[in-house]
């Protein structure tokens, strides 16, 4: 099985992208990260040829990337996402998105990749999908469809953010830092 990450901050259209890379015998799971380990992911259908993780949590586990992986690292501004979860979620996550900018540069620097930045994703579909998925048939009309949709998840993502704790995320910049 060929298998894909796409990882980038919270909020930097990874739901989206799920939805986008799942069609026909590819499959992409959204924030299995908060479900269990990616390593241990196994509930795509038995005909999938392209399995993929779309999670931004991912960027504080770098080393949850299978190594077979393709890799796609959606950069965006971090002032434009402490932003965007300040005015979701109602409070500061400036630790949350200093460590999983800190996690996006070790993936950079340690594995090939693809990068795209948020801004310029809507014309960069058929390079990511060519990338992720090599040798099945961009789905044109599929596509427009999906750009006309506005995709989140349907998790209450306050409550997720609220369980990275202070210390946790110290515990997981120190872990980084010694990557």
């Known amino acids: 099985m060929n298998r894909f990450t796409i990882v980038g901050l919270p909020r930097s259209r990874t739901s989206w992208l799920s939805v986008f890379l799942t069609w026909q015998t590819s499959f992409c799971v959204h924030e299995p990260m908060r479900l269990e380990r990616y390593g241990k992911v196994h509930i795509y259908p038995k005909d999938t040829e392209y399995f993929g993780v779309s999670d931004s949590t991912l960027s504080m586990f770098p080393e ?3 190594d077979d992986s393709r890799v ?3 950069y965006r501004d971090p002032n434009e996402v402490r932003a965007s979860l ?12 200093n460590v999983c900018s800190s996690g996006l540069k070790i993936i950079a620097a340690g594995m090939d990749h693809m990068a795209v930045k948020f801004d310029d994703i809507d014309n960069r579909l058929f390079d990511i999908w060519s990338y ?10 599929r596509v427009q469809e999906l750009i006309r949709l506005n995709v989140e998840p349907s998790i209450d993502i306050s409550k997720t953010l609220m369980e990275v704790t202070p210390e946790r995320l110290e515990a997981i910049r120190i872990r980084l830092e010694g990557a």
Not at 86 to 97: K, P, S, T, Y
Request: aromatic share 8%.
């Open 64 to 66: 949850e990337i299978s």
């Open 72 to 74: 796609v690292i959606i």
């Open 86 to 97: 300040c005015d979701a979620i109602g409070f500061d996550c400036d630790n949350v998105v």
């Open 132 to 141: 992720c998925v090599p040798g099945l048939l961009f789905p044109r009309k």
